[in-house]
């Protein structure tokens, strides 16, 4: 189940305001949680706990898969705990407003804390291939990298669904090169997926690829950056055998 969305396509949600400006206002009345969107300059993203009832079982209506939509209550109740989670990574910034608008949540603004804190993310002996692919048939944790509790913040990650795997191969350039440390979104991601960079199995090969949804063919397109390697389709029974681990959230390289 998607979680975050932009104004853009909450000005199509019934109750919320008619125009990306006004969603914008009052995103900024409420205190929204909020996070910069991916690869769209500087558009942001609001998380649907914000969201008034109403609001989120359209939005599940719209986004979720059937067992989200027939456990509806349930969905938003979790939902709702996903987001008190990404506030807990937070300090709470004062109202800009003493009154809120009737039935708003109580909702809050990703901001700075202490730049000292750190997460300890597992690192997997998952090598994820830029190229033709790694066989694996084990994946066990072997180690944990430390990062910033703001850059986890600053990317939308919650730590328990955060896992590192290392690039192999150079299919990816520029994106990413051999021994990349590749730094991944692993929550059950509702499909098909948005385009972007994941960690995907195929059968029981492991690779990093770009992903591109073709809606008229109901087929991922299945790309490498580098241009001297091929992309593919995956396609009909072809998708049984796809399974995507995670969206690629974060490349991390020694100079």
Known sequence: MREWFLST??????????????VSVKANRNNWLKR???GKGSAVEYHISNFHENAQKALIALHGSEHEKSKMMETISNLKKTGDKYRSLEYTKPLLFDSREPN???IFEAL??????TIDIPEF????AAGAGCLSNTEYQTSVFTVSTALVRSLGLLPEYSAIVFCSGES???TMDDGDRILVDTRELTEPVKDGVYVIRIDEMVYVKRLKWNILNQSYRVVSDNPSYEDFE????????LKIIGRAAMVMRSL
Do not use: F, H, Y
Request: aromatic residues 0%; proline residues 7%.
């Open 9 to 22: 396509e909450l000005v199509e949600i019934e109750g919320m305001p008619s125009s990306r400006q006004g």
């Open 36 to 38: 910069k969107a991916q």
């Open 104 to 106: 708003a949540s109580a």
């Open 112 to 117: 700075p804390v202490n730049e000292a804190d």
């Open 125 to 128: 002996n998952v090598q994820a």
């Open 172 to 174: 990816m350039l520029p």
């Open 234 to 241: 995956m396609a009909g029974e072809d998708l049984k055998r």
